[in-house]
């Protein structure tokens, strides 16, 4: 489903529609994103950051830890353990 269908509105128009909204999927979606390539990736953390559409790393730790309440690198250390153990 696109993010215009999600609000209701077309797509050329959804920027005007609802911005809060908006930007509250960029940053679902950047989460998402975030969780399944510290997951399932060797990427480096500010490769993840530039793949999310960060300027720089630190914005992104500081979004990752906004989420999250830790660290990208300590995140990725807990769950890639936890998968590991469940495999």
Do not use: C
């Amino acid at each position: 489903m696109s993010i215009g269908s999600r609000l209701g509105a077309t797509v050329h128009g959804t920027h005007k529609v609802r911005p809060h909204e908006n930007q509250q999927l960029i940053e679902e979606a950047r989460r998402e994103l975030a969780q399944h390539y510290l997951l399932h990736s060797s990427l480096e953390l500010n490769e993840t950051a530039y793949l999310l559409g960060y300027e720089d790393a630190n914005s992104f730790f500081r979004a990752f830890h906004q989420w999250e309440g830790t660290s990208p690198g300590e995140w990725r250390a807990v769950h890639a353990h936890r998968v590991s153990s469940n495999a």
